[in-house]
Structure formats: structure tokens, C-alpha cells
């Protein structure tokens, strides 16, 4: 069966071998398998052993969804948000089967805030969130699509695919972000916080704890290691972060022992200002991972 939907998750299966597993808390993708050069399934996304799945606490690790604020909340209309927004910790409903034929496997999801009291207690901005999940032999896409079902008013909001990639912290590096500009989140105070840096690294390594939101980024870049690489594509998520908190990762409740040395958080996403989306209209943000083969 190549779709398969329970109570919480939701199972996707492509006829080359490739799976993907939803957790529709947060319409959390936390499996993706791939076949690797011997053509043994692969995991290439990391979840802390240690986050739960029930549905109690947004997951450590995966693909969370960040909506509709980056960070603590700094927009006016965001003040009664959490950090991250509200997108990864709630439940989403299946929508409809996309697709399902040797191309791809492909659903959506629906996050609809008129059947959710919570969301238009926190945010009374009327929208609808669909997202669509497809997956190929090779390569996981997941696009997000942002209405503002307001007649009226503009909808304002930040959005990111927050992936947790498996690989060898020690190890990798991140291409092409040289020549960016970004903000390091890892400065002392809030002045440097804020101060722009300039990328001058042709390799950008996580062998510190990292925490750099990259602005205007080319939305294609390629995490090379000793035994793999993964590639990122994106359109209309304009910034990128890179993030692993290395020893700081024991602060984090939910972070298995030494986790951080097996992921990077490599966000497409835009963060950077506000997308000001005009009433009735909707805003597609999407990203397309895949395995290069040799
Ligand atoms: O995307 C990077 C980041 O914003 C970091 O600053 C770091 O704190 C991380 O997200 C994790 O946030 P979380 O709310 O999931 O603990």
C-alpha cells in the first residue's frame, strides 16, 4: 500500500523503495528512507530518541514546521505566539491523496483555523495552511502553502522548514554560502545579535556551536560529508539557517545524549522581515531534498 494513514502518522511508500513518515502533530515529517549504493534503505532525517511523539511537546528533529513567527515572536500582530509559531504543534488533518503513481507519492495536509479554537484565540488573522508532501525515488518535497482567506486585510508572517539532517556534525560542511550576509545568533548581546557579518568561509563547517541566519541565500545548496551529500533546493524561501548547538545541546530537554553530533539544521525558510501577503492570495514556499546519485 503506498499510503497509508493511521490515528497519528501518515506513511508514504515510493515503488523504487523510498518512504516517508508524517506525523500529522505539526505535519512533522520524521522518517525519510532512501536507498543507498548497495540499495539498503537509508534513514537521512534525525529525531532525538528522546523527543516524544504524542503530541505533547513539537518534535526534536525531522522536518517542523515554523509558522507563522521565527524565534520569539517580534511582530505586533505575533505577541501571543510561542516561539516558532503554532504550525508544528498542532494537528493537522489529511486532506487528499496528491498523487500515487511511479513519478511520486504525493499528499496534503490541512491546518484549518476556523475547526481550531486554540490557533484563533492566539492569532485571529483568518488563513488556511495546506501542505504537500511528495516524495520520488530520490528526493522529499514539501511545499508549503500560506492563504490569507481575508477579504480585507494583509496577512503577515514568517515561515521555515526547519530539517534536521542526518550526518556527521564533525564532519560536514555547507556550500555555497560564501559572500552571504547573516546574523549570528550565537554573539553575547543584542547589538551583535543584530549586526550583520559577512559569510567569508567557502566551506562553512558546524564544528561549533552555530547559529546563523543567512539572508538573500541562492535556495540550493549541498551538505557534503566523507560518505554522503544531500541537496536542498528552495523557492521563495529567501534566508537560510544553519544550526547545531554542539555542547549547548544539553540545555535542551528533549536532545538525546551527544545528539548534536549527528544532524545539522540546514532552514530554508524566510525570516528575514515579514512576507505581506495581499487578502485572498497564496504564498507558496517550497523545498526539494534529494540523494545526488553517482
Ligand atoms: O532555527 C534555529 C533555532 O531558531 C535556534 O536558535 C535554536 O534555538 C533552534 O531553532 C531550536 O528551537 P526550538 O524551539 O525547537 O528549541
Known amino acids: ?108 495536509l490541512v491546518l484549518d483555523p476556523t475547526v481550531n479554537d486554540k490557533i484563533a484565540s492566539l492569532f485571529p488573522n483568518p488563513f488556511l495552511l495546506t501542505y504537500v508532501v511528495t516524495l520520488a525515488a530520490h528526493q522529499l518535497s514539501t511545499d508549503l502553502h500560506v492563504t490569507n482567506t481575508s477579504p480585507s486585510k494583509p496577512l503577515e508572517f514568517q515561515a521555515l522548514l526547519h530539517n534536521y539532517i542526518l550526518a556527521p556534525a564533525d564532519e560536514l560542511h555547507v556550500t555555497p554560502l560564501q559572500g552571504l550576509s547573516y546574523y549570528d545568533k550565537t554573539e553575547g548581546t543584542d547589538e551583535a545579535r543584530a549586526t550583520p557579518k559577512t ?6 563547517d558546524v564544528k561549533k556551536f552555530t547559529d546563523s541566519v543567512y539572508e538573500n541565500a541562492p535556495q540550493r545548496y549541498k551538505i557534503s560529508w566523507l560518505n554522503g551529500d544531500l541537496e536542498i533546493k528552495a523557492k521563495e ?56 546519485q553517482k
Request: proline share 7%; net charge neutral; with cysteine.
Open 237 to 292: 524561501f529567501k534566508d537560510v539557517v544553519l544550526w547545531n548547538p554542539q555542547e549547548e545541546g544539553h540545555k535542551l530537554a528533549d536532545m538525546e545524549s551527544e545528539g548534536w553530533k549527528k544532524y545539522v539544521c540546514l532552514e530554508p525558510g524566510y525570516v528575514k522581515g515579514f512576507v505581506k501577503l495581499e487578502p485572498l492570495k497564496t504564498w507558496i514556499g517550497q523545498q526539494v531534498m534529494s540523494v545526488p
Open 199 to 204: 559569510e567569508t568561509r567557502a566551506e562553512v
Open 1 to 108: 500500500m503506498p499510503v497509508n494513514a493511521s490515528k497519528d502518522t501518515v506513511f508514504l511508500q515510493h515503488p523504487q523503495g523510498s518512504q516517508v513518515t508524517i506525523l500529522l502533530y505539526g505535519a512533522t515529517v520524521i522518517s525519510w528512507k532512501v536507498a543507498n549504493d548497495e540499495g539498503d534503505l537509508q534513514e537521512r532525517l534525525f529525531v532525538s530518541s528522546k523527543s516524544r511523539l504524542d503530541g505533547s511537546k513539537p518534535v526534536r528533529g525531522g522536518i517542523p514546521i515554523v509558522f507563522p513567527c521565527f524565534g520569539p515572536p517580534i511582530h505586533p500582530e505575533h505577541s501571543r505566539l510561542s516561539q516558532h509559531g503554532f504550525a508544528r504543534s498542532e494537528a493537522w488533518k489529511v486532506d487528499k491523496i496528491i498523487m500515487d503513481n511511479d513519478a511520486g507519492v504525493s499528499i496534503r
